[in-house]
């Protein structure tokens, strides 16, 4: 069974370009999870879906940032304009049940904007 | 304040030695207490979560919970070079994941 995977695995823009961050989660995993670790802080929730619908987006940092999920299978994180404060490493995660203890990550996508 | 914190490190230990890791939480509300392992370029993989205060045993590795004092421990035993990567704990509250930052670990052959 493959796991969450993410694309791309790397990403290097330019300050005020646009970034689209892709998740595939694990086959039949409602809930979708998108998480952020900027340098030397912790990984930090920026949202949660279960299928298409936006369950908790309390983490999204501001209005640059813009996830869906269409259909209720992979998802996108937009990120327009960027910023230098973007840079670091986004990470999906995907469980079957709405319950962190069964959610599986992705390799993440590591984003350096300059 | 943060509401999980955790030693970065890094910490190296010879192949064999019994590894302690530990986090401390400021946040009552917390209910499950998780540790993650991730190397290099990967995700975190969930190693093993508790509930409740006290230990969780799987293989060599042991889970400590002390809710009194706000502060959890993973222990591995018998380390391995294998085990050599960063080491985060989790903890939720209504189904939010607060992470530490991570505790970079190397098992030296």
């Known amino acids: 069974e493959a796991g969450v995977t993410q694309f791309p695995s790397h990403s290097v823009i330019e300050k005020g370009q646009t970034v689209t961050l892709r998740c595939d989660p694990i086959s039949g995993h409602d809930n979708l999870y998108w998480y952020r670790r900027v340098m030397g802080k912790e990984i930090k929730f920026l949202l949660h879906f279960v299928k298409e619908s936006k369950q908790d987006e309390s983490g999204m940092p501001n209005n640059r940032f813009l996830a869906e999920r269409t259909g209720g299978t992979y998802s996108t994180l937009k990120v327009q304009p960027a910023e230098l404060e973007d840079s670091g490493v986004y990470f999906c995660?995907?469980?079957?049940?709405?319950?962190?203890?069964?959610?599986?990550f992705g390799q993440g996508t590591r984003l350096t904007v300059v | 304040q943060k509401e999980v914190e955790q030693d970065p490190g890094p910490l190296s230990v010879p192949e064999g030695a019994i590894v302690s890791l530990n986090c401390t939480y400021s946040n009552s509300a917390f209910q499950y207490f998780m540790w993650y392992r991730q190397y290099s370029r990967k995700g975190p993989e969930l190693l093993m979560y508790t509930y409740s205060s006290g230990n969780k045993e799987d293989g060599r590795f042991t889970a400590q919970v002390d809710k009194s004092s706000k502060y959890i421990s993973l222990f591995i035993r018998d380390s391995q070079p294998s085990d050599s990567a960063t080491y985060l704990c989790?903890?939720?509250?209504?189904?939010?994941?607060?992470f530490g930052t991570g505790t970079r670990l190397t098992v030296i052959p």
């Open positions: 989790a903890m939720t509250e209504a189904n939010n994941l607060f």
């Open positions: 995660a995907s469980s079957q049940e709405d319950l962190n203890t069964e959610a599986f």
